[in-house]
């Protein structure tokens, strides 16, 4: 990441509507950061300087006095409508067991069908995010795999590396939580962009110039993710690679590589607007859009383990040449937030064996003890992976609100 994000870039996505706030303290319960002022029974407010954007203070609040403010709906509906506009969704795992929902369906039911169909009659061109994430995968293992062949091995790297143990980068929640609260341990961030970091540029370099054929600056990019803290992530203002891209070629516009966000919320919302009902629409499939391709280790990006387990299947593979089977997570009584794992891995060229030893954390707090132990350069740890959202991105702040509040 070329520019730091500071604190005082942001103002803050989420909001307490004062009017509605009883003061009951139940966001303060669920805040990762600690980040929402006031006194139990007054109205409280949340500090923009502190907040990680993750909405679960939001999709927790038991009288809806928490609000969502940035919202695109209008907007893209008006760029689906302007006749000029290419614009795709790139949509993350985490939506299709979770839009059925908001129509009626049962929690949990797997809509992808019928999501594409609707998306397609809505307008959008298509690409899965789970493309994107095995991308974020290939990128994330590898870099592991040149970390442990240089700190483990002792092998010659002339290749710029950050340190062990290596975090995972793809939670736009704990990565600004690290800036914010830890920012001396920065380096130990992978440095593969998230899914959402590199599906916009594939879809307005390669997309653009291979699939829609189309001017790049007339793709309008619509990230639709389970997560509010992606609008913040979209808004960086390192995440401009296709513009830069296209900027060397001649080009001259500029633009983020995804132009905005919508929650699943905002998904349900605009389609109800265009009058389309997912639990009647055609469904579609994408069976000649590349980027509508994906393996199983894309899919379990959404939930707690998922990246851990899928960079690790890459870096298994390479250092031993055989395919990993399940991961199994020690054990720990008490503290089943954070999830740890032995990995034994024979290298297929020397025969050697190693142990790789990973953490599997979700919920942003839990991570603490693991980062004191790095700062003391104590960690027994290879990789870590950290998701702010207890559960991972399917209880993201972005998804359907419960009524009933979330088992967490
Ligand atoms: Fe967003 Fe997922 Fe991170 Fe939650 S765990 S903040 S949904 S990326």
């Given at each position: 990441m070329s520019k730091s994000y500071q604190k005082n870039e942001l103002d803050s996505i989420i909001k307490i509507d004062e009017q509605k706030c009883?003061?009951?303290?139940t966001c303060t319960a669920f805040c990762p950061a600690d980040a929402i002022d006031g006194a139990y029974g007054a109205v409280h407010k949340i500090d923009s300087s502190r907040c990680l954007q993750c909405g679960q203070c939001l999709i927790n609040c038991p009288f809806g006095?928490?609000?969502?403010?940035?919202?695109a709906v209008d907007l893209v509906m008006s760029k689906l409508k302007d006749g000029k506009t290419t614009v795709v969704a790139t949509i993350a795992p985490a939506v299709r067991v979770a839009l059925g929902e908001e129509f009626g369906m049962e929690p949990g039911k797997l809509v992808t069908e019928q999501m594409y169909g609707a998306l397609k009659e809505a307008g959008f061109k298509i690409m899965d995010v789970n493309f994107a994430a095995d991308n974020t995968i290939m990128e994330e293992g590898t870099e592991l795999v040149h970390k442990i062949q240089k700190y483990v091995l002792g092998m010659d790297s002339h290749e710029e590396l950050g340190p062990l143990p290596q975090f995972t980068s793809c939670c736009p929640a704990w990565v600004r939580y690290m800036e914010l609260y830890s920012p001396t341990l920065r380096k130990h961030l992978s440095s593969a962009k998230s899914p959402q970091g590199m599906a916009g540029p594939v879809a307005k370099i390669y997309g653009a110039s291979e699939i829609w054929k189309v001017a790049p600056e007339s793709i309008f990019c619509v990230g639709i993710y389970p997560c509010t803290a992606k609008k913040m992530e979209a808004s960086r203002?390192?995440?401009?690679a296709a513009a830069d891209y296209w900027k060397k070629r001649g080009h001259t516009a500029t633009y983020q590589d995804t132009d905005v966000v919508l929650t699943t919320r905002d998904l349900a919302r605009l389609l109800k607007k265009l009058n389309i009902d997912i639990t009647n629409v055609k469904p579609a499939e994408e069976k000649d859009n590349p980027l509508a391709e994906y393996t199983g280790a894309g899919t379990?990006?959404?939930?707690?383990?998922g990246v851990m387990e899928a960079a690790l299947r890459t870096a298994y593979f390479v250092l031993t040449g055989e395919e990993l089977s399940q991961l199994k997570y020690e054990p720990v009584r008490g503290l089943k937030e954070v999830k740890k794992a032995d990995v034994p891995i024979k290298l297929k060229n020397s025969g050697k064996e190693i142990t790789l030893k990973v953490a599997v954390v979700h919920g942003?707090?839990?991570?603490e003890p693991l980062l004191e132990e790095v700062k003391d350069g104590?960690?027994?740890?290879h990789f870590i992976e950290v998701m702010n959202c207890p559960g991972g991105c399917v209880n993201g702040g972005g998804q359907p609100i419960n009524p009933m509040g979330t088992s967490w």
């Open positions: 009883k003061g009951c303290d006095a928490i609000d969502d403010t940035v919202d203002p390192e995440f401009t379990i990006f959404g939930a707690t383990g942003t707090k839990n991570v104590k960690s027994p740890y």
